[in-house]
């Protein structure tokens, strides 16, 4: 599945992603790849994108991360 939260956060930003990937030292391609959910992310390349792309880390967690889940209960017990 592609992470379309990536994809639109560089697309608001104007990232260049042949420029994005020569910083990562990754071919343009295995980074679209990547984008595009054809390939996954290391925890190499999730470092290195949050670092050229300067998130913080509501952003990094927001982009990479599906918190829409993650459900805390406030059930108590009897």
Known sequence: MANE????????????????SRAMGATRQ?????????????????????EHLHLTDEEFM????????EKLSTKESS
Do not use: E, P
């Open 5 to 20: 939260k990536l994809q639109m956060y560089l697309k608001d930003k104007f990232v260049n992603i042949s420029a994005l």
């Open 62 to 69: 927001d982009i990479f991360f599906d918190r829409g889940d």
């Open 30 to 50: 295995a980074l679209t790849n990547k984008v595009n959910g054809k390939a996954n992310f290391t925890q190499g390349d999730l470092m290195l994108l949050r």
